[in-house]
């Protein structure tokens, strides 16, 4: 169990049921963290929301408080208004609300063109159901057009309804208490809480960091790529790289720390255990 840290999880919908199966044992190993809630990802367009939903139903299984993520662009209010009632039947109280990215192919389409007009739409239509977690970028969306810009779109995507925030992954901590620092000096006032990835595999995590936009420290980059195929030199390696992250955010007094589990129990067991987080 975890002590006086607030904690949350994410998963991903698995493609295969030997993958969902694989999932239900992880998410039952994580149930000891205690989490404050766990979050489930949304695909595209909404190319995963039956995947999604299964998803969904299944952590509901283990813990006590499931958020979906809910990816608006490409969608019409009619398709959103019924996948909230949808979800508000099945009692779920926390929503991360996303822009998301449109399939390779896809018009622009829909009625939503920002995250900030979903925050509005579930306001309006359900206010007293969810509570909204919205995205952050301490090293700024990758398709932002600047970096003040960036933060001026998450004051006001927050400002709009939102309860509090998860940011993008980083391994610069000064990134994320600078982004803290000047989203409330523009009046932010909800809790924005650090994603954190653990280090498991370097090719994986140098694609993913290509794509969203954080930024991989040359040295950790070098020393990485240096351990070749040595996944246990990787996995030591990672994991001290990131219960030092976490530790020095825990130290400024963050709000809680959003582990980006990639489905897997054991890097971030070890890290909160490392952490003095989990008892033995």
């Given at each position: 169990m975890t002590k006086k840290v607030s904690v949350s999880l994410?998963?991903?919908?698995?493609?295969?049921p030997e993958a969902a199966d694989k999932l239900l044992a992880t998410a039952r190993s994580l149930a000891v963290?205690?989490?404050?809630?766990?979050?489930?990802?949304?695909?595209?367009?909404?190319?995963?929301?039956?995947?999604?939903?299964?998803t969904v139903r299944q952590m509901l299984s283990v813990f006590d408080s499931v958020a979906p993520h809910i990816s608006c662009i490409g969608a019409t209010a009619a398709q959103m208004e019924e996948l909230l009632s949808l979800y508000a039947g099945m009692n779920i109280s926390r929503l991360v609300a996303l822009r998301g990215d449109l399939p390779s192919g896809y018009g622009q389409g829909g009625e939503f063109q920002r995250a900030i007009d979903l925050v509005r739409f579930?306001?309006?239509?359900?206010?007293e159901q969810f509570l909204i977690e919205v995205a952050a970028y301490p090293?700024?969306?990758?398709?932002?057009?600047?970096?003040?810009?960036?933060?001026?779109?998450?004051?006001?995507?927050?400002?709009?309804?939102a309860?509090?925030?998860i940011t993008q992954y980083f391994f610069n901590t000064d990134a994320y208490f600078r982004f803290?620092?000047?989203?409330?000096?523009l009046g932010v006032e909800v809790p924005?809480?650090?994603?954190?990835?653990?280090?498991?595999?370097?090719?994986?995590?140098?694609?993913?960091?290509?794509?969203?936009?954080?930024e991989i420290p040359r040295w950790i980059r070098q020393r990485l790529a240096g351990y070749g195929d040595d996944v246990a030199s990787i996995t030591a390696f990672g994991r001290e790289v990131i219960t030092d992250l976490c530790d020095q955010l825990l130290t400024a007094g963050v709000p809680g720390l959003h582990f980006y589990t990639m489905n897997r129990a054991d890097p971030t067991l070890s890290i909160l255990r490392n952490l003095k987080l989990?008892?033995?």
């Open positions: 994410e998963f991903f919908p698995p493609k295969t963290v205690g989490p404050e809630y766990v979050s489930v990802t949304y695909g595209a367009g909404g190319s995963t929301r039956e995947g999604s939903l299964d579930i306001r309006e239509r359900h206010a090293e700024i969306h990758p398709q932002a057009r600047s970096a003040r810009d960036d933060l001026q779109f998450f004051a006001e995507k927050v400002k709009a309804g309860h509090g925030a803290v620092d000047d989203a409330y000096a924005i809480v650090p994603g954190i990835m653990p280090i498991t595999n370097f090719s994986q995590l140098a694609r993913f960091s290509d794509a969203c936009g954080a989990l008892d033995s």
